[in-house]
């Protein structure tokens, strides 16, 4: 059973994807709700530990990005960045319903700034990088064939 975080931007296809993997019958936790990430972008380590452990006989995919991220690292199998050009970024975010985050000026200049100065961070930590500037069918076929699915 695998564990995997899927990590990104905003406005790369985390929640898409992470709704294909949970449509897959896959357990799959979207950092961004329910108290996962604290206010100061910090992830809540301890509970995605103790959620893993409780869950370490099933496949699970985790989806979020945050300062403390690579503090859950050892226990993950995967660590695979989404990436897509800025203007696919900026089309999804201003056509989604689910999360209002980066439709204003000042929230779209802060995923601007977070795409120049640490994207390059993860995908140096992370295990792939994959662009979702592709269909979601592609995109899962390339999840699902570096993990070994």
Do not use: C
């Not at 690579?70 to 989604?96: C, G, H, N, S, W």
């Amino acid at each position: 059973m695998v564990k995997v975080l899927l990590t990104g931007m905003s406005g790369v296809g985390k929640t898409t994807i992470l709704d294909h993997l949970n449509q897959d019958g896959h357990l799959t936790i979207d950092l961004d709700y329910d108290g996962w990430i604290f206010f100061d972008g910090t992830m809540d380590v301890q509970r995605i530990l103790d959620y893993i452990n409780h869950n370490r006989n099933k496949s699970i995919f985790l989806a979020g990005t945050a300062i403390n991220q690579k503090e859950i690292y050892p226990y993950l199998d995967f660590v695979i960045t989404l990436t897509a050009p800025l203007e696919v970024m900026k089309e999804r975010i201003q056509a989604r319903e689910n999360n209002s985050f980066g439709k204003s000026e000042e929230e779209w200049a802060k995923v601007v700034d977070d795409k120049i100065h640490f994207e390059a961070r993860i995908i140096q930590s992370s295990d792939l990088t994959i662009s979702t500037d592709k269909s979601i069918h592609d995109v899962m076929k390339e999840i699902h064939s570096s993990i070994g699915f």
